[in-house]
């Protein structure tokens, strides 16, 4: 038995209270998603939200990163908060519930509890959003709380004054109702992680409940149950998990290639730019600027366009249009540069002008290709 009988007059809830011991999880819970939001903060992701590309460094869910093995994502994204208002919501509504909840169940239960509903949230999210969503947040594990907490006050009802039983179960029960009507409405939030966490919260409220002396709803045909209803909810989520569209690794790939490829161009304008003051200062011939615009120019792009031939990137990955336009890019100027030599070395001044305006315009079309390529790759987030 989880306690002792309660004293005439007392109530349940009183006699929860009056336990020995404070609520160390819920502490360290606050403290560890306030540190990992200031540590954020050291990397750029602000006081608002920013880039999705940042939670996802540091472990946010997202289906084609989560659906690459990194299943992982399930449990950090429970600890990553978009912005200081999600922050500050979140650890309000831990404070609120964590404070009854670890005293009702007990520190160690609590946190199986706390977790289980937050990586329940997330694969309920996950598959519901068909993994198209970033996603992070401390909330499907908290929708979980008060899921434990209104299966606690129905289940211990005789055992509560009406006030308590009103104050606790309809309390519960009316945030879950608000903060998930909300959620319909605000495209941010991430409705799929609450009503998750919540669900999974109540089941695994009734399986860690603790016995208290008296009358109690909870019994062994009531946990199992409870027991086989969730289990049955989470492997039909888990077979229903969506392939990723494509995978995260391969997209990082690219990115990797892309940035790669742009430090090259930049370096190749800078050479170009050197050979252009040394010829304008007499330092070489026109048949010496031929041979330096074929070795510093031609072959390197001939370099960069043999890289990205490598990669090997998935057409589906969102990077994959960028990559090519780049290695259009690099044939272009690749092409331009022999030209531009070739008219170089034999002197011809229509062939100079014409490959100057070719290496221009492919230099412009990339640019523009590149800034709306950028805004494409983005994937949206909820919190």
Not at 272 to 277: D, E, P
Not at 367 to 381: A, D, E, I, N, Y
Request: charged share 20%; glycine share 12%.
């Amino acid at each position: 038995m989880d306690g002792a009988s309660t004293p005439e007059g007392e109530t349940l809830l009183d006699h929860i209270r009056a336990r020995r011991g404070g609520i160390p999880v819920t502490w360290a819970l606050i403290a560890v998603n306030t540190l990992i939001f200031l540590a954020m903060l050291r990397s750029g992701a602000g006081f608002w939200y920013r880039s999705s590309d940042l939670y996802l460094a540091w472990g946010a869910n997202y289906g084609p990163a989560t659906g690459d093995g990194q299943w992982w994502r399930l449990g950090t994204a429970m600890f990553l908060h978009f912005g200081l208002i999600h922050l500050g919501m979140n650890m309000l509504a831990l404070w609120d519930a964590g404070r009854l909840a670890e005293k009702v169940f007990g520190s160690i239960r609590f946190l199986f509890l706390y977790l289980g509903a937050g990586l329940a949230g997330n694969l309920f999210s996950l598959v519901t959003h068909d993994g198209q969503t970033v996603s992070g947040g401390a909330s499907g594990a908290i929708f979980g709380l008060y899921g434990a907490l209104l299966v606690f006050a129905w289940c211990h009802r005789r055992r509560l004054h009406p006030a308590e039983f009103r104050w606790l179960f309809w309390g519960a029960g009316a945030f879950a109702l608000v903060m998930i009507g909300a959620g319909q409405w605000l495209a941010v939030v991430d409705n799929a992680a609450h009503v998750g966490g919540f669900m999974a919260g109540a089941g695994l409220g009734v399986l860690l409940m603790p016995i208290f002396d008296g009358p109690s709803s909870v019994d062994w045909k009531f946990r199992s149950g409870a027991g086989v209803l969730l289990a049955s909810i989470l492997t039909a989520l888990a077979l229903n998990i969506p392939a990723p569209s494509y995978r995260w690794s391969n997209e990082l790939a690219a990115r990797k290639g892309i940035e790669r490829f742009l430090r090259q161009d930049a370096e190749i304008a800078s050479s170009w730019q050197a050979m252009i003051t040394d010829r304008q200062r007499g330092r070489l011939s026109f048949s010496q600027l031929a041979g330096e615009v074929d070795t510093r120019v031609a072959d390197r792009y001939e370099d960069s366009f043999e890289q990205i031939s490598r990669l090997n990137v998935d057409p589906a990955v969102p990077s994959a249009a960028l990559l090519d336009s780049l290695q259009t890019y690099a044939a272009r100027r690749r092409d331009a540069a022999r030209d531009l030599a070739e008219g170089l070395r034999g002197g011809d001044a229509l062939q100079i002008e014409s490959a100057l305006k070719r290496a221009q315009d492919s230099g412009r079309d990339a640019s523009t290709q590149l800034r709306m390529q950028q805004k494409k790759t983005r994937p949206g987030g909820t919190k």
